[in-house]
């Protein structure tokens, strides 16, 4: 059975204190490595997408990688507003539903 | 805004009651999907469709719960006799290929 666990839980960072979040899948045949942003009350909302190991994409303060065995989201000098729930997902090559992880929760403190 | 909209936003009904709620895909997107999301937890996968065909369904989704999709545009999700445990928030998201997914902003119910 497909899966994704996430880690830490939470993370707590100073404003400027760059960190990783490290997202472990199990699948058979993968598709695709989604991550995904989540405010409180609101839906995910579209980060990457990883499709092969070596595979790096960057966007303003954060960057995912991605291994054969799991992806990693570094935020580089975090800003308050970076504070959210970081969710990862995958896809596996039959079927069409995303699996996703428990998520990240990280707040930057000014 | 040519988001995904949902519809209600908040919903608190009681045990038993019959609940439906709303998706408006984004515009030309034929790919639809239905999770529920409770507290501290991941989206779970519900069902999807393509265009008007139900093609997937999770083994979470009981007898109680129905989707549709007519036409291939909007799509509801009714719980019939709803429980305790129904309480969650329900997410639609919608993709034009088989990709990324774009999510809405969600619908939370609440079963009193």
């Known amino acids: 059975e497909d899966q994704v666990t996430q880690s830490p839980e939470a993370l707590r960072l100073q404003e400027g204190e760059s960190s990783s979040l490290n997202c472990s899948y199990t699948?058979?045949?993968?598709?695709?490595l989604f991550w995904y942003r989540q405010d409180p009350g609101k839906g995910p909302e579209f980060l990457f997408t990883?499709?092969?190991a070596g595979e790096e994409k960057e966007k303003e303060r954060l960057k995912a990688t991605l291994t054969k065995k799991e992806s990693f989201l570094h935020i580089t000098a975090p800003k308050p507003e970076d504070s959210a729930t970081y969710l990862c997902?995958?896809?596996?090559?039959?079927?069409?539903?995303?699996?996703f992880g428990g998520g990240t929760r990280v707040l930057v403190k000014p | 805004d040519t988001g995904v909209s949902q519809n209600p936003r908040h919903k608190i009904t009681k045990r038993g009651q019959n609940v439906t709620f709303r998706c408006d895909p984004i515009?030309?997107?034929?790919?639809l999907y239905w999770y529920r999301q409770t507290l501290g937890q991941g989206p779970e996968f519900l069902t999807y469709?393509?265009?008007?065909?139900?093609?997937?369904k999770s083994r979470l989704l009981s007898d109680r719960f129905s989707a549709e999709r007519p036409k291939g545009s909007f799509s509801t999700l009714e719980i019939q006799r709803t429980e305790q445990g129904d309480s969650a928030m329900y997410l639609c998201?919608?993709?034009?290929?088989?990709?990324?997914?774009?999510f809405g902003p969600g619908t939370r119910l609440t079963v009193t």
């Open positions: 998201a919608s993709s034009p290929t088989s990709y990324e997914q774009y």
């Open positions: 699948v058979s045949g993968l598709r695709g």
């Open positions: 990883l499709y092969s």
């Open positions: 997902a995958v896809r596996k090559a039959a079927g069409n539903k995303l699996t």
């Open positions: 515009s030309e997107h034929n790919r």
């Open positions: 469709f393509q265009n008007e065909a139900q093609l997937e």
